[in-house]
């Protein structure tokens, strides 16, 4: 028996195990027979382990070379380097869609585990959702796209992985963002299992909770890595150019970032619980509209490789699953009340919502860009394609009004703020917004209304950050008797989840900075230079010295060098390349030479080239390296919120109460 044939057989036990785990849970509920039950919660961990061996049976077929499977045949080659073997398994269509489910095998397999003990009537309905997904991804993998079909006769040799796929950015950005699609289906499985069970009151929320901040850092991770790898791959000098499959990707991530602000609403006051349920099986959905589109070749896009038949299927499934989910939901609208009304338009509770419109807002109008192309061609036979500029039009002055939020609602009170309140909480981030544009338009000259906007929104928010965490820390020195360093982090130490999402709100701002610096200042030029003259761009002197040609592996290389010197001093040289990899002959791609620092980025593409003169495309992108660090703190801050906390002492305890934190 080949591998291969052990990977099949442990795709089609998997299907099977998956089947009877999605029946014999729920009906075993229904028949009060808890062997039945149990007997379903152990088909779940068979499901996982199967999908684990069906997953390092396609490993090590790409491993070993064995070509006579088509899926390592169309992936990878002897004299591709050993480190895309790995992404091998998810540079196909198989292989990705095998990573997708064998993700969902396990984190289904550790949520079952981790709640075997909790939540008795809705887990049965839980286990019932999750396998029923993944007995769907097993259908088309055995069916449809069989990561393990085998050719008539093996081959000698792979063709290899796509070029534009042959980059740091494939280690990293497609095994996040799949897991992140996948990731949204267990906090989904629990919300539909708590709809199935009529259990709506807020134990399915605390269950689902650490598997919503995972999906939420894990696809907010794919995504920045999308961003970087395509910034320094795509040579377009961006980094985010709202392609079909860019805003797929963001679309879960926006109404996920809603619902995990929304819920808190609910914890806290009862409220918004349709809302909140609406929310995560419409993340859900969108999750499978993305996998769908990048898999189901539904939109043309930058990001696709290949045609693919799928489309038809994941259709019907996601039609599934939104009357599934409507049909549970409407059902149990009379156990979905809420239990407390909105006191005052100025609350917290109020501006929690209105963050929620405006991150849905963001999401509609990006969804309606995506598909209105599709709309068009059904209806008027051509495709109407919708650019950038909508989306900017659009969604530029509603982000700014998250951004905007994001400092208002941590200074309002919950059911109602007064007056005095609003005036001693906002005096202080008000002062230095005030005073950051007097010296930004006055002292250096920046006077675009969108920067200016941008800039002071971005103040408001540090400074409203700021002055939670001084009043955090001061409170708790005085109670606790602790100095400075202590107080700060037994600050944060009683309360992960508000002092690590201020955290993350500060990797947003420095995100939102990076983006208005780059997106509004940025400079451009395309010049033809034969060796030995110049050109100039903001303060930079680049001089075209020379041209050379190598082999390296399976590519050949051409790379330029061009001295750079900055305001009349020898800084760097920027060597931009062009890459033909065998195989690919028709598809060469380029290598960027990207010099950072704090204040900008120069960027330096060689466009085209002969023996006599090149054309070099340059770009002065400031503010970009912000981007990458606002991403860093993004998951420091992330992991703060997740991390758990420790059990209080008495005199912390005490302590907490006297500094009413």
């Known amino acids: 028996m080949m591998a291969s044939d052990i990977g099949l057989a442990a795709l089609v036990l998997a299907m099977g195990s998956a089947a009877y785990a999605a029946l014999a849970s729920p009906l075993g509920m229904r028949l009060g027979q808890p ?42 080659s002897r004299s591709q380097p050993w480190y895309y073997t790995w992404a091998a398994m998810y540079g196909g269509q198989a292989g990705s869609l095998l990573w997708w489910a064998t993700g969902l095998g396990v984190f289904a397999s550790a949520s079952v585990y981790l709640n075997r003990h909790r939540l008795p009537a809705v887990m049965p309905y839980t286990i019932a959702v999750l396998m029923t997904v993944l007995l769907f991804f097993l259908i088309i993998l055995v069916f449809l796209t069989n990561p393990f079909e085998r050719l008539p006769a093996a081959l000698a040799d792979g063709r290899g992985l796509n070029p534009l796929l042959r980059d740091t950015g494939m280690l990293l950005h497609p095994p996040f963002l799949l897991t992140g699609y996948m990731s949204w289906t267990v906090p989904f499985g629990f919300a539909l299992g708590a709809l199935m069970a009529g259990r709506l009151d807020s134990q399915w929320l605390r269950a689902a909770r650490p598997w919503l901040l995972a999906a939420w850092a ?12 395509a910034y320094h791959v795509l040579g377009w000098g961006g980094y985010w150019g709202w392609d079909p499959v860019e805003n797929v990707a963001l679309l879960p991530w926006l109404t996920g970032t809603a619902f995990l602000h929304s819920i808190i609403v ?20 969108l999750a499978i509209f993305g996998t769908f589109v990048v898999r189901g070749g539904l939109l043309s896009s930058v990001h696709n ?3 693919s038949a799928l489309g038809p299927a994941f259709l019907a499934f996601l039609g599934f699953a939104l009357v599934v989910s409507l049909f549970y939901f409407i059902r149990r609208l009379p156990l979905l009340q809420s239990e407390s009304r909105f006191d005052a338009i100025v609350s917290r509770e109020s501006g929690f919502l209105l963050n929620n419109l405006l991150l849905v807002g963001v999401a509609f109008a990006t969804f309606w860009g995506t598909i209105f192309p599709l709309l068009t061609e ?34 309002l009170a919950w059911r109602k703020s007064t007056w005095p309140s609003i005036k001693r909480n906002f005096r202080w981030p008000l002062a230095a917004v005030a005073l950051w544009t007097v010296v930004m338009v006055f002292g250096l000259g920046i006077t675009r209304p ?16 700021t002055l939670e965490y001084y009043r955090g820390v001061r409170t708790r020195k005085t109670a606790a008797r602790e100095n400075y360093a202590a107080a ?24 939102g900075l990076a983006v208005i610096g780059s997106h509004l200042h940025q400079q451009q030029m395309e010049v033809t230079l034969a060796r030995g003259e110049s050109a100039s761009i903001g303060g930079y002197t680049l001089t075209y010295e020379s041209l050379r040609q190598y082999a390296e592996g399976d590519t050949m290389v051409t790379e330029a060098m061009l001295a750079v010197q900055h305001d009349g001093k020898a800084l760097t040289t920027a060597r931009p390349k062009r890459v033909i990899v065998n195989n690919f002959e028709s598809q060469p791609t380029s290598q960027i030479a990207i010099h950072s620092n704090l204040q900008e980025d120069l960027y330096v593409l060689l466009a085209t080239f002969d023996e006599n003169v090149a054309t070099f495309t340059i770009f002065v992108n400031p503010m970009v390296i912000w981007l990458w660090i606002g991403g860093g703190v993004f998951l420091f801050g992330t992991l703060v919120a997740v991390w758990p906390e420790r059990a209080a002492s008495p005199a912390t305890v005490r302590h907490a109460l006297l500094a009413g934190l």
């Open 378 to 411: 059904a209806f008027n036979g051509s495709r109407i394609t919708v650019g950038a500029p909508f989306y900017h039009k659009v969604n530029g002055p509603i982000l700014l009004g998250v951004l905007v939020l994001m400092g208002i609602g941590p200074l």
């Open 488 to 511: 700060l982090g037994g600050l944060v130490a009683r309360n992960r989840r508000r002092y690590g999402g201020y955290i993350v709100h500060i990797a947003i701002v420095l995100i």
């Open 450 to 465: 969108w920067t200016v906007a941008g800039v002071a929104a971005s103040t408001f928010v540090f400074g409203t950050i």
């Open 266 to 285: 609910q914890e806290r006051r009862g409220m918004l619980k349709k809302w909140n349920l609406l929310l995560i099986l419409i993340t859900f959905c």
């Open 218 to 229: 894990i696809q907010g991770t794919g995504l920045l890595l999308g961003a970087w790898w």
């Open 305 to 307: 490789f290949a045609t």
């Open 35 to 76: 062997a039945l039950v149990a007997s379903g919660r152990r088909a779940v961990y068979v499901t996982g382990a199967m999908m684990l061996t069906a997953f390092f049976v396609l490993f090590y077929s790409l491993v070993s070379h064995d070509f006579g499977v088509a899926y390592v045949a169309a992936n990878s």
